[in-house]
């Protein structure tokens, strides 16, 4: 379905805002194309709107705990801007190219300033999204999906979908017919009650990325612990403390309080530690920087 062009005046009540955020350096490139060919499809009146998150200056987290604390963050960038149109969309669309069997690097970068996430997070949970990596080599996606899958998740965002799509050439992506046919279902998903569920993930969230444990396994995003039965299913053993409506992820940021409550009531024992190491070793840095 061919997407609807709309002035701000004439944008109905009834219109859905989709947010589409392209961690992507290339103008055009697979992860902005593979967007706007979802955006045809879907069938709800709608609006595309897009930021090229590679454009945006997103500092490194100070580590302060001001944002922790209900306190303004003394960054001065784009983090705010992002947080802000993510409330304000109806649903998100998220892709990113592989880079180095990860996700490009601007995710990480946002990921780094997740303790803002809670200042929106009520008004993000449950809000539809469909995450897109572009890869090149066969199978060599590495941990690029866990990426975006915990930037949505700590988002609070309901992941109808995460897929891999062999594409590495600028457009590639919509050179195949089969690609244009997933475009057409995710569509579907976006505002559907239905999600893509992975054949082999985790049995609680669906992350495809596990860590071996004694009798067992501990999925990486949730946390979740399970096992494989005799037929080679996964058995639940205990749901991980990690994830949840908002009450539930709630309960990191008061873990987070208290550790500066500890640090504040530790900080004397904690100078006398560290003083002893203020001058082992020398700091080198670029020529000419200050």
């Not at 303790?115 to 990596?133: A, D, E, H, M, S």
Request: aromatic fraction near 8%.
């Amino acid at each position: 379905m061919k997407q609807k062009s709309h002035t701000i005046e004439s944008i109905s009540p009834k219109t859905k805002r989709i947010l589409g955020l392209v961690a992507s350096p290339r103008k055009p490139g697979n992860c902005e194309l593979f967007i706007k060919e979802l955006s045809r499809h879907i069938e709800n009146e709608h609006t595309l709107q897009m930021i090229r998150l590679t454009h945006l200056n997103i500092e490194p987290c100070k580590g302060c705990y001001s944002c922790i604390m209900d306190n303004p963050c003394p960054n001065k960038d784009d983090m705010q801007f992002l947080l802000d149109e993510i409330v304000r969309a109806d649903a998100v669309i998220i892709a990113s190219p592989v880079y180095y069997l990860g996700a490009n690097g601007i995710i990480k970068n946002i990921l780094d300033r997740g303790f803002l996430f809670y200042t929106i997070l009520r008004q993000t949970y449950g809000k539809p999204c469909i995450l897109v990596n572009f890869y090149g080599i066969k199978d060599r996606i590495g941990v690029a999906p866990q990426a975006l899958e915990t930037l949505a998740t700590f988002l609070g965002l309901d992941i109808k979908a995460s897929v891999s799509i062999k594409a590495a050439l600028p457009g590639e992506a919509l050179m195949s017919k089969v690609n244009i046919e997933r475009a057409k279902k995710l569509a579907g998903l976006l505002f559907s009650s239905k999600k893509l569920r992975r054949k082999y993930g985790c049995p609680f969230c669906g992350c495809e990325i596990i860590r071996i444990v004694k009798n067992g396994f501990i999925c990486t995003l949730c946390h979740g612990n399970f096992r494989v039965d005799k037929k080679g299913g996964f058995v639940r053993i205990k749901e991980g403390e990690v994830l949840g409506p908002p009450e539930k992820m709630f309960l990191h940021k008061a873990w987070l309080k208290n550790m500066k409550k500890r640090f504040l009531a530790k900080r004397k024992e904690i100078m006398r530690t560290i003083v002893r190491y203020k001058n082992i070793g020398e700091w080198i840095e670029p020529q000419g920087q200050n």
